[in-house]
């Protein structure tokens, strides 16, 4: 098999002489990367239907715009559920008289807290803590909660389905909007989306792709949809390790919780399992 040689000359500026020497490519590459890069699936699942609020935007005589956003309130839910109540922290801090919020989480791998920070702006009311409420929600964004709302398309309600009336030398309103169903694709983007009034009628609409994921609901509160799993492959293989070291069985986790699959376990029996694990002793050192 013939080797791929290529001549790279490495000049010796102390000596004021240049050298050419053979070097194997192949080697480059081992030395640039040994083990091929494998893309993680993402951390945090995606906004329901009743976690997105709306924000009207501009106004107009011929309609207005609106905006999605989340509150801090979902960000802690979903931090929550995903790496427990002690998984994760925040911290704030001034800078240049500017309130910027980090949030740490726990990377049960790398042994170490991984921290994502933002800057809050200031509000019209309580600015301190608006300000502190506004950092935490950006940070979490920068974390990944939250991100596929940049994806939504542009919301526009006409004058026809909203009562706009003149204030000063504009317009404003005193309707409010709720996303009823939304939808996304294989690539995290909003595909599918329903918004209506405080009525329930419908005041906007994008059909989902061939490619979207099922729309969540907000119609519907009380049917709630099939657990699909709460634990991501991740855990499920930090946990398979804390198992092989031990020695410990599946079945006498999952009997502990009264559980009969691994896909039925809550982040709270994850976290207490993993606890318990990791102050169990190696099977070898038994």
Same mark, same amino acid.
């Given at each position: 098999?013939?080797?791929?040689?290529?001549?790279?000359?490495?000049?010796?500026?102390?000596?004021?002489?240049?050298?050419?020497?053979?070097?194997?490519?192949?080697?480059?590459?081992?030395?640039?990367?040994?083990?091929?890069?494998?893309?993680?699936?993402?951390?945090?699942?995606?906004?329901?239907?009743?976690?997105?609020?709306?924000?009207?935007?501009?106004?107009?005589?011929?309609?207005?715009?609106?905006?999605?956003?989340?509150?801090?309130?979902?960000?802690?839910?979903?931090?929550?559920?995903?790496?427990?109540?002690?998984?994760?922290?925040?911290?704030? !801090?001034? /800078?240049?008289?500017?309130?910027?919020? @980090?949030? =740490?989480?726990?990377?049960? %791998? $790398? +042994? !170490?807290? /991984?921290?994502?920070?933002?800057?809050? @702006?200031? =509000?019209?009311?309580?600015? %301190? $803590? +608006? !300000?502190?409420?506004?950092?935490?929600?950006?940070?979490?964004?920068?974390?990944?909660?939250?991100?596929?709302?940049?994806?939504?398309?542009?919301?526009?309600?006409?004058?026809?389905?909203?009562?706009?009336?003149?204030?000063?030398?504009?317009?404003?309103?005193?309707?409010?909007?709720?996303?009823?169903?939304?939808?996304?694709?294989?690539?995290?983007?909003?595909?599918?989306?329903?918004?209506?009034?405080?009525?329930?009628?419908?005041?906007?609409?994008?059909?989902?792709?061939?490619?979207?994921?099922?729309?969540?609901?907000?119609?519907?509160?009380?049917?709630?949809?099939?657990?699909?799993?709460?634990?991501?492959?991740?855990?499920?293989?930090?946990?398979?390790?804390?198992?092989?070291?031990?020695?410990?069985?599946?079945?006498?986790?999952?009997?502990?919780?009264?559980?009969?699959?691994?896909?039925?376990?809550?982040?709270?029996?994850?976290?207490?399992?993993?606890?318990?694990?990791?102050?169990?002793?190696?099977?070898?050192?038994?």
């Amino acid at each position: 098999m013939c080797r791929i040689v290529m001549e790279i000359r490495c000049y010796m500026a102390a000596n004021s002489w240049d050298m050419v020497r053979p070097v194997d490519i192949s080697s480059l590459f081992l030395y640039i990367r040994s083990e091929p890069y494998i893309m993680k699936e993402p951390i945090f699942r995606l906004l329901n239907a009743d976690e997105i609020e709306c924000r009207v935007g501009t106004v107009n005589e011929k309609g207005l715009s609106l905006l999605l956003y989340k509150d801090a309130r979902v960000d802690f839910k979903i931090l929550d559920e995903t790496f427990g109540p002690y998984g994760w922290q925040r911290t704030h !801090q001034e /800078i240049n008289g500017n309130l910027y919020c @980090t949030i =740490s989480i726990w990377d049960e %791998e $790398k +042994g !170490q807290w /991984i921290s994502k920070q933002d800057v809050g @702006t200031k =509000s019209d009311y309580e600015q %301190e $803590k +608006g !300000q502190a409420s506004d950092s935490f929600k950006r940070a979490a964004v920068c974390a990944g909660v939250g991100r596929e709302l940049y994806t939504a398309p542009f919301i526009w309600v006409s004058a026809g389905q909203v009562e706009i009336r003149p204030k000063g030398q504009g317009y404003t309103t005193s309707e409010r909007f709720f996303v009823k169903e939304i939808g996304y694709n294989d690539r995290r983007e909003i595909s599918h989306l329903v918004i209506v009034n405080s009525k329930g009628q419908t005041v906007f609409s994008k059909k989902s792709g061939p490619d979207a994921q099922e729309s969540n609901s907000s119609a519907k509160p009380q049917e709630k949809a099939e657990p699909k799993g709460v634990l991501d492959k991740r855990k499920i293989g930090l946990m398979m390790k804390e198992l092989e070291r031990t020695g410990v069985s599946l079945e006498t986790v999952l009997g502990r919780y009264h559980l009969q699959d691994i896909s039925q376990m809550t982040p709270e029996n994850y976290q207490d399992a993993m606890k318990g694990l990791k102050k169990t002793r190696a099977k070898d050192a038994a």
